[in-house]
């Protein structure tokens, strides 16, 4: 069974920086695209940023491209997602998914493409 485990969220005020970490077990994690959404209350589960298996190939929501940075440490089996500039607008709990992936790209931006979830971390950004 793989499992997904979040941390690093926490309250901030707005132009300041989290660190999100996502420690994965139970699972090759190096044969797996990762990637984060978020959600905020009253609203849909929303796409973050995503890792291909390789670590050579990431996307960004245009809400975060520029601000946001996610990265993978296969060695660690962790995947990270760097969260610079903050907005009020980023409060949501973050999640970390997964995904068996096969290639090199593993473009998956959809919820439903994801097949492990963690709990997810709260993310506040105070203005």
């Known amino acids: 069974q793989v499992r997904l485990v979040e941390s690093g969220g926490g309250l901030v005020q707005a132009g300041g920086s989290l660190r999100l970490s996502c420690a994965a077990s139970?699972?090759?994690?190096?044969?797996?695209?990762m990637a984060w959404f978020r959600q905020a209350p009253g609203k849909e589960r929303e796409f973050v940023a995503r890792?291909?298996?390789?670590?050579?190939?990431?996307s960004y929501a245009d809400s975060v491209k520029g601000r946001f940075t996610i990265s993978r440490d296969d060695a660690k089996n962790t995947v990270f997602l760097q969260m610079n500039s903050l907005k009020p607008e980023d409060t949501a709990v973050y999640y970390c998914?997964?995904?068996?992936?096969?290639?090199?790209?593993?473009?998956?931006?959809?919820?439903?493409?994801?097949?492990?979830w963690g709990q997810g971390t709260q993310v506040t950004v105070s203005s």
């Open positions: 139970g699972h090759t994690f190096s044969t797996y695209a």
């Open positions: 998914a997964a995904k068996f992936a096969v290639g090199s790209i593993n473009y998956y931006i959809g919820a439903s493409q994801y097949d492990y």
């Open positions: 890792i291909s298996r390789s670590g050579v190939s990431t």
